[in-house]
């Protein structure tokens, strides 16, 4: 019967050829708990399915998972449309008159890898999300150098369907930043949901603490404050900590859904992936980020199990 299940399984998997939740899986089973498919997709599909291909890697724990891809992340042709549950990404954009100093220091080879967006990548990121579902984009505090570029980012957004939902600062603890005009430590967290936002937040008042609202699974804090790694440990110039990638996915996201992250970096939104039971997509175009990634991660590579 073991046997069985497993091949009914790959063969869901390889009809679908991309990244599946568990619930979306199980749902192909409805003569087995979800349970049951969770435990053999982790015991029994890991030892079977191809290998990774050049490029990509796979990682997992009891109840998430990491996909790590040497690619470009603006480039998600290879999903289908309204798959993907949500984004989360900091990309890094040109500016090369604030890029500079220990906040965000972009070196050869970084330099090389900055852009600006374009209406066709929002038009990407709409296609890609669920109706309901978030993206949700690291931006740099605004100043003089680019208030015009953070504008053009929301209208672009907007153009796509990509509706601004919140704007959340992120306080990067007690360090400070004596650069520019004025001293900085944060960053700007923003949130766009794609058409009417999904229903993640339970209604205390009603429902008997079962009925859910439209929006984030709790209110969003004023700001969120984390102390980021101090330069020496630092893997990433732009690395954000796993704490804040923690709570942005309790807050937009179900254990067993799909995120991704176009421009990787330290790694770090798939350790927290990992801890809270979500899938990650990692997009990294640089291979040398690409192999510290592999080594953060400090568990075997496995075969592809979606």
């Not at 498919?37 to 997992?60: A, D, I, N, P, Q």
């Not at 330290?266 to 040398?288: C, H, P, Q, Y």
């Amino acid at each position: 019967m073991k046997e069985i299940l497993a091949n009914r399984i790959a063969e869901v998997l390889k009809r679908n050829a991309r990244p599946m939740h568990i619930k979306e899986i199980a749902a192909h089973f409805p003569d087995k708990p979800e349970s049951t498919v969770r435990g053999r997709l982790y015991r029994e599909l890991k030892t079977r399915c191809e290998r990774v291909s050049r490029g990509v890697y796979c990682f997992t724990t009891e109840d998430g998972a990491a996909l790590v891809v040497e690619g470009n992340g603006r480039d998600l042709s290879t999903f289908a449309d309204n798959s993907i549950d949500a984004i989360v990404t900091d990309h890094a954009y040109e500016d090369k008159a604030s890029n500079v100093g220990t906040n965000r220091n972009f070196v050869k080879p970084y330099e090389q890898t900055t852009f600006r967006y374009e209406l066709e990548d929002f038009k990407e990121k709409a296609r890609v999300l669920k109706p309901g579902g978030f993206l949700v984009e690291f931006l740099p505090a605004e100043n003089e150098n680019n208030y015009d570029y953070l504008y053009q980012i929301k209208c672009l957004a907007n153009e796509c369907g990509l509706l601004y939902y919140a704007k959340v600062p992120w306080k990067k603890g007690v360090r400070i930043w004596n650069t520019g005009r004025k001293s900085k430590n944060t960053e700007d967290i923003m949130f766009f949901v794609k058409g009417k936002a999904r229903s993640l937040r339970l209604d205390k008042q009603r429902g008997n603490g079962t009925r859910l609202m439209s929006g984030t699974a709790y209110l969003l804090p004023t700001e969120f404050i984390f102390q980021p790694a101090s330069p020496q440990h630092k893997v990433h110039q732009a690395e954000k900590p796993i704490e804040l990638y923690e709570a942005i996915l309790h807050a937009i996201t179900l254990p067993g859904e799909v995120v991704i992250d176009q421009g990787a970096g330290s790694g770090n939104l798939g350790i927290a992936a990992m801890r809270t039971g979500r899938i990650a997509v990692l997009f990294e175009i640089l291979k040398e980020n690409v192999e510290k990634i592999k080594d953060r991660f400090k568990i075997p590579e496995l075969p592809l199990v979606f």
